[in-house]
Every structure is written in C-alpha cells, then in structure tokens.
C-alpha cells in the first residue's frame, strides 16, 4: 500500500470561522477538536485541522474534488452569498466557473485568504 493522506493543519485567522465555512461549503463532518484546532472531517479518513498561526502566513491553495451534485449545491452557495469567485486561479474571470480537465472548476478565497479550488474532475485521472 502506498501512503495515504491523513490530516493537515491550515492556518487561520478564525479557526472556528474555518471550520464551519469548511464544513458548510464541502459537506464535511465535525470531527472532536482539542487544544488549538477545530476540525473537521471530509471523506476517506482525511482531517482538516484549522489553528490561529503564530505567524503571519502567505495564502495557501486548497483544492477539493466533488461529485457534480455537490458542485452544484456550493455554487449555489457561493453564488447565494454573493462571495467572490473566478473562473481562473489569476482571477481574470470574476463570477464564473470554467470547464477544464472535462469538467467544471472555481476558485475562491475562504475567510483566512487562502485560495480554495472546487473541481468535478481529476487533473490527472487515475
């Protein structure tokens, strides 16, 4: 068996803040928190810790494959919300999606500035 992802921590300026935005947009599962994280739970086992960094941070790219209904239901969000998207990570195309890779893409900044991909197809599929 080859490694297998398992957690990360993303600096934030809100972990609690994070937490839900992450949970609300990905469909994700509250995972028991403790010291500095809130976390949460996304399929596959992977945990996703948020903590306020010690340091200022630089962004960071987040990027997250889902089904098309699920793609669906956080465009909608996003686009209910009215938060700021492009269809392109230069952000050249504000308040789009595109369709690269033979399926649909957007990106988008989470409360902490991080860039935050949403795609319905694998880059490389396996």
């Not at 469909?27 to 928190?33: D, L, N, T």
């Not at 500095?36 to 903590?51: E, K, T, W, Y």
């Amino acid at each position: 068996m080859t490694a297998q992802f398992n957690h990360t921590i993303i600096a934030s300026t809100d972990p609690q803040r994070m937490a839900e935005f992450y949970t609300d947009l990905l469909e994700a599962k509250p995972a028991p928190s403790w010291g500095p994280f809130c976390n949460i739970s996304l399929d596959g086992g992977v945990l996703l810790q948020f903590a306020t960094a010690p340091i200022d941070f630089p962004p960071q790219h987040y990027a997250f494959l889902l089904n098309e209904a699920h793609f669906d239901r956080a465009y909608q969000k996003i686009c209910a919300t009215e938060h700021e998207h492009w269809a392109d990570p230069q952000r050249q195309h504000p308040g789009a999606i595109n369709h690269e890779h033979g399926g649909r893409g957007v990106y988008l900044l989470d409360p902490s500035g991080h860039y935050l991909e949403l795609i319905t197809k694998e880059y490389i599929p396996r």
